[in-house]
T-cell receptor, first 110, second 112 residues
């Protein structure tokens, strides 16, 4: 079965740089979510999109933005990166209530 | 403040034993409770989920028990195997919000 695809899988950036993470949801899923997971922590919700419209917003810094495109893929844009942004970033998608997570992007900010 | 409290933080079980992880919540608006399994460096994988109108749900070796009045739910892993060694997260969702609220996680180690 098709799963959520995320790219890149690993990303190394320097402080103050910009990063773009991409997510391709499971086909026919109408909702995409972004989560951030720090080392040894639980995933924290950032933002979600339902049918290409932003639906919920969590603890997403103002330096981050996201959007969902007409083909349902989503991108998380992160600017002015800080050391504390180093984490695993997961995208999930759902059709009903069951959220299926992608493999994640490991972002390292040096 | 963790809206979903999970315990224990870590758990060591012998192969063939029963692993039990507990979660408690306060928000009565939560109406969907999934459990996720996560291996290091991987994404959380949905294991099993329950709604509050059901007291128990079983899928293979995994069982969720739900106590609505106590606002508690637990995951039981029967016949635990070394391959079950992972971090387990309980989570909760409300009808209106689409974001999962996770517990703090339990690191399970199953000894061979």
């Amino acid at each position: 079965a098709a799963g959520v695809i995320q790219s890149p899988r690993h990303l190394i950036k320097e402080k103050r740089e910009t990063a773009t993470l991409k997510c391709y949801p499971i086909p026919r899923h109408d909702t995409v979510y972004w989560y951030q997971q720090g080392p040894g922590q639980d995933p924290q919700f950032l933002i979600s999109f339902y049918e290409k419209m932003q639906s919920d917003k969590g603890s997403i810094p103002d330096r981050f933005s996201a959007q969902q495109f007409s083909d349902y893929h989503s991108e998380l844009n992160m600017s002015s990166l800080e050391l504390g942004d180093s984490a695993l970033y997961f995208c999930a998608s759902s059709l009903n209530r069951e959220q299926y997570f992608g493999p994640g992007t490991r972002l390292t900010v040096t | 403040q963790q809206q979903v409290k999970q315990s224990p933080q870590s758990l060591i079980v012998q192969k063939g034993g029963i692993s039990i992880i507990n979660c408690a919540y306060e928000n009565t608006a939560f109406d969907y409770f999934p459990w996720y399994q996560q291996f290091p460096g991987k994404g959380p994988a949905l294991l099993i989920a329950i709604r509050p109108d059901v007291s128990e749900k079983k899928e293979g070796r995994f069982t969720i028990s739900f106590n609505k009045s106590a606002k508690q739910f637990s995951l039981h892993i029967m016949d635990s195997q070394p391959g079950d060694s992972a971090t387990y997260f309980c989570a909760a969702l409300t009808g209106s919000a689409r974001q999962l609220t996770f517990g703090s996680g339990t690191q399970l180690t199953v000894l061979p």
